[in-house]
């Protein structure tokens, strides 16, 4: 009975914890009256930006007055011209989210103009943006007489003057899957859609998005678990809205005068005919809506190119400070001003650069330069936890890795907040993990959970990324699912969201199960069975029988993880059968690719290939023999990212967090700080968020590459789950030799806190734990049981 209490208490921990910050989220909302809504006669399918309209009338202002909005693709919500917010978060057409806002502390009594920019790119959307055809949905609360709930009374026009821009082909934008720059045309943009005083032709009554030609309810909204006759099946963003604050676009390095260089500081003229050029450097990346105000200078041709780094002749990067002889090469915003005064640009979506490029191509009429701003935004993780070592390069470390999971995490998970901006399963494991240890927060990972559970195909895998307008089949991605979900359950209170995908594991797996062969081994799958590249290399390889056994140590992984699952919270049956299969599995990979002349596992039963991606999964998962794992990690950890020694393949930075577990599993986390040292060689070359790969890498910011962060908190600082839940907490530090280390780590009942002091080759710690929260210590082989609040405890 203590313990079913104990296991309450965490659950509404948890709840309160999300309630915090995100108060109220509105609940599956099943009886809409609104309808979807959309232009009478432009395309719906082409890419096409589009303003809505409509007035409220009000004899005092409500207390609130909520209204619940979606659109295809986006939308700008505005009441009387000030910005409400955007959405909707992305997803499926199954699963389409709709946001909640209250109108009132933006409205006034008398008449309010409630407004909205709803845009589509169409083809030239990005590849994580779902979508039917151009739409936009509002319902309010309001009782009938104040309801401006859509179709009612709401005016649309198209908006000519902006558009999206198609991309170059070739060169480094030649994969670019983050969606397209953008073009405003002053001459043809509508600069007072959004004023009372809006007149034109151009404005005309909202139609019905799909013709009700065959059933008549055809637009009427519906949630994703009822029965419509229309794409979008709603549920409610159970998100916090993203972070929308002021910040630094950057300050001018380079221009071609003392006078330019001054901006955006000060404003600033720049004359007729003539081209100039004006870079900003913010010192570090962001991800931000950048606000360009200019007037004047009709037929002037503004240029914004927006780049993590400056590029030499030989496109190399080299060091992220360099500015000489060096150019911006990325995505690019166009704005051309139409001579009117103060006339500002700001893109639709987004933007992420540490480096911003103006060039300006002036006309017959001189342009005034009168101010760049930015609004930086993501999701509004709050960094809880805490680690200081008086290692400065250990501290450098930790504020690079949080700023790359911060730039990392928006609506969804992003693998590049530059290139892709697409939530794939192997980087999203690493950034939840980052989410629970330094923010304490499961929300953003739910939702991955959720959605790659959705992404399941007929045959039985998810997709590798999600959600995608391209689909993407990574089979062994499906693998490190299951692993996601079993994280899930060590590190959080509420088992909901595994229970819920269980029967997504149970089709992962008898999916696998067709290519395992009798003697163990996974036949070569189809689709791309990625397990890691670097620039010297990728596996899995194969032999002649197209069996792996890279992928079948992932496999195997997969199978103990979901035997723990069901054990737990599914069918102890099926548990048990995994377990048998993950024996035979294990049996197999050793009996085939175990060589012992090199004392390692191959990448296939020919055994000509190795790397340290195989044997760090062989050490973690048993393959390997407990008495040979720490001499076959101390052989792998003297090889670098990027190389190949000794005919062994190196682990990119990704694959090191498999790394930093292995040292765990066979009793070496003392050494994982002498395993940063990749990571150390990157702070002179100033980096402000981590590379995807070494060297010459396109990406200069990848969450896979910030896990150090969690593996400090983790490893050195030693604390972890001691049950599933976190019902309990494991303290093991390993300083290595650092003398002294001070942390924190935000537990769903409370922050926990370490203090260590070497003394000799024992250790003086002062433990702090919330209440009702017990553990233990473990060092150098002793246990020492810890109870709520101070523990004090010298070790030897």
Request: charged share 20%; hydrophobic share 40%; proline share 8%.
């Amino acid at each position: 009975m203590r313990k079913f209490c104990f296991v309450l208490l965490l659950v509404f921990a948890a709840i309160a914890l999300r309630a915090q910050s995100n108060p109220a989220p509105d609940p599956p909302h099943r009886e809409w009256k609104a309808g979807w809504i959309t232009h009478p006669t432009a395309p719906l399918r082409e890419p096409i930006v589009l303003h809505f309209k409509r007035t409220l009338t009000l004899t005092a202002v409500p207390a609130s007055y909520i209204v619940r909005v979606s659109a295809d693709n986006r939308f700008i919500l505005y009441a009387n011209g000030q910005r409400v917010g955007d959405g909707p978060a992305r997803g499926d057409l199954v699963h389409w989210r709709y946001e909640r806002f209250d109108l009132a502390p933006l409205l006034k009594a008398g008449e309010n103009l409630i407004t909205a920019t709803v845009w589509n790119f169409g083809v030239y959307a990005p590849i994580a943006q779902m979508s039917d055809r151009t739409a936009f949905l509002l319902e309010s609360e309001a009782d009938k007489e104040d309801s401006i709930s859509t179709p009612k009374s709401w005016l649309v026009e198209v908006e000519a003057g902006h558009r999206p821009l198609p991309r170059a082909p070739g060169g480094l934008m030649e994969y670019f899957a983050s969606g397209p720059g953008e073009e405003v045309d002053a001459s043809n943009y509508d600069w007072d859609w959004n004023s009372p005083s809006a007149q034109g032709s151009s404005w005309v009554p909202a139609a019905t998005a799909i013709p009700e030609s065959i059933y008549p309810d055809t637009n009427k909204a519906h949630s994703a678990d009822t029965t419509g006759d229309n794409p979008w099946g709603l549920v409610p963003d159970m998100l916090p809205k993203m972070e929308y604050t002021p910040a630094s676009a950057g300050d001018a390095v380079r221009a071609d005068s003392a006078e330019l260089k001054s901006f955006p500081g000060a404003g600033v003229a720049v004359p007729a005919s003539s081209h100039v050029h004006i870079l900003l450097d913010r010192k570090t990346l962001t991800t931000a809506y950048p606000l360009l105000t200019v007037s004047g200078g009709k037929g002037t041709k503004i240029r914004l190119t927006y780049a993590e780094a400056l590029y030499d002749k030989e496109m190399h990067k080299g060091d992220r400070d360099d500015v000489d002889d060096r150019v911006a090469v990325g995505i690019v915003d166009s704005f051309l001003p139409d001579g009117g005064a103060h006339r500002s640009f700001q893109p639709l979506w987004w933007r992420t650069w540490r480096y911003l490029d103006l060039d300006i191509q002036t006309a017959d009429e001189p342009l005034q330069l009168e101010s760049l701003t930015a609004s930086f935004t993501a999701y509004p993780f709050e960094e809880r936890a805490s680690f200081q070592s008086g290692d400065p390069d250990l501290d450098k470390i930790w504020e690079i890795s949080w700023r790359t999971a911060r730039l990392d995490a928006h609506e969804t998970y992003m693998d590049t907040p530059y290139y892709e901006q697409l939530q794939y399963i192997g980087d999203t494991r690493v950034q939840a993990l980052i989410s629970y240890s330094v923010a304490g927060d499961d929300r953003l990972a739910r939702q991955a959970l959720a959605a790659f559970n959705a992404s399941r195909i007929p045959e039985g895998p998810t997709r590798s990324r999600y959600p995608s307008s391209l689909p993407q089949t990574i089979p062994t991605f499906s693998l490190l699912w299951v692993g996601m979900l079993h994280d899930y359950w060590m590190y959080r209170p509420d088992p909901a969201p595994v229970r819920e995908s269980l029967m997504g594991t149970r089709s992962v797996l008898n999916w696998f199960g067709q290519y395992e062969q009798p003697d163990g081994l996974l036949h070569e799958l189809p689709w791309w069975s990625f397990v890691d590249w670097v620039s010297s290399g990728e596996i899995p390889t194969y032999d002649g029988h197209h069996e792996s056994c890279s992928t079948t140590l992932e496999y195997l992984g997969a199978l103990g993880e979901a035997a723990d699952l069901e054990e737990n919270l599914g069918d102890p049956m099926l548990a048990a059968r995994y377990t048998t299969m993950a024996a035979h599995v294990r049996e197999g990979i050793f009996a085939k690719c175990w060589s012992r002349e090199r004392g390692m596992v191959a990448d296939n039963p020919e055994q000509k290939n190795f790397s340290q991606q195989t044997n760090i999964l062989a050490v973690l998962y048993d393959v390997v023999p407990k008495e040979s794992q720490r001499k076959v990690l101390r052989e792998l950890l003297s090889i670098e990212p990027g190389t190949t020694s000794n005919g062994v393949l190196s682990a990119s930075y990704y694959f090191r967090f498999y790394l930093a577990r292995g040292l765990d599993h066979a009793g070496l986390a003392s050494e994982y700080l002498n395993s940063l040292d990749p990571w150390r060689k990157l702070l002179p070359l100033h980096f402000s968020t981590w590379p995807e790969i070494p060297g010459d890498t396109r990406s200069d910011s990848h969450a896979w590459t910030a896990h150090p962060i969690y593996d400090l908190l983790t490893l050195v600082a030693g604390i972890e789950p001691g049950a599933p839940g976190f019902a309990s907490v494991r303290i093991a530090p390993h300083l290595g030799a650092l003398k002294s280390l001070t942390a924190s780590y935000p537990h769903p009942l409370g922050i926990v806190k370490v203090e260590y002091h070497r003394q000799g080759k024992g250790l003086s710690a002062t433990i702090t734990l919330p209440a009702r929260l017990t553990g233990n210590f473990v060092f150098n082989g002793n246990v020492t049981p810890l109870k709520p609040g101070i523990n004090h405890i010298k070790s030897e």
